[in-house]
T-cell receptor, first 114, second 113 residues
């Protein structure tokens, strides 16, 4: 079946603009994660959705970042008033219920803030 | 919350030699430890995982060992090949509950021909 998809694959935006990044998880996966990966760096956790539970937002770096997951499926990560330090690859991953289930990553969205 | 430390950050070995990457974790309740591999320009993929009821797990040339007392676990790659060159991430989580997976900082492994 189809894997995790993300759109757009690349996004160039001007500093101060808002951006929306989309993630389509694998059908039936109840857990969804967002990560940020700067060039050559590790996986920085942003937010975690698990079923109908309140999301774990502990990784969001500032109140300019928010995310929602509608109908337990598609998720959107929104960055308001983008800054140059927001430039990175944003990865989405989904898994079946539980942290011990394999996470399937999407191809990522490369965000460049000019 | 959980904190995972990974060492070294970079590792270079000769083709055919072994490579070892080590991780320590802080949450003594963590009992699930996967390893992900990210090749250049690609997405991370699970390569092996271990649960705390075993001390070692092998899959062909890769193995993972776990020391619960010391709260550390390691990835061992034997007879390294050029295709092993990648960034490797360890992670830890609790099996019970809706806890998130916490990743280490990653190790960039380079296999020299």
């Amino acid at each position: 079946g189809a894997g995790v998809s993300q759109s757009p694959s690349n996004k160039v935006t001007e500093k101060g603009k808002d951006v929306e990044l989309r993630c389509d998880p694998i059908s039936g996966h109840t857990a969804l994660y967002w990560y940020r990966q700067s060039l050559g760096q590790g996986l920085e956790f942003l937010i975690y959705f698990q079923g109908n539970s309140a999301p774990d937002k502990s990784g969001l770096p500032s109140d300019r970042f928010s995310a929602e997951r509608t109908g337990g499926s598609v998720s959107t990560l929104t960055i308001q008033r983008t800054q140059q330090e927001d430039s990175a690859v944003y990865l989405c991953a989904s898994s079946l219920t539980g942290a011990t289930r394999e996470q399937y990553f999407g191809p990522g969205t490369r965000l460049t803030v000019t | 919350g959980e904190n995972v430390e990974q060492h070294p950050s970079t590792l270079s070995v000769q083709e055919g030699d072994s490579a070892v990457i080590k991780c320590t974790y802080s949450d003594s309740a963590s009992n699930y430890f996967p390893w992900y591999k990210q090749e250049l320009g690609k997405r991370p993929q699970l390569i092996i995982d271990i649960r705390s009821n075993v001390g070692e797990k092998k899959d062909q040339r890769i193995a993972v060992t776990l020391n619960k007392t010391a709260k550390h676990f390691s990835l061992h790659i034997t007879e390294t090949q050029p295709e092993d060159s990648a960034v490797y991430f360890c992670a830890a989580a609790r099996i019970q509950g809706a806890q998130k997976l916490v990743f280490g900082q990653g190790t960039r492994l380079t296999i020299n021909p």
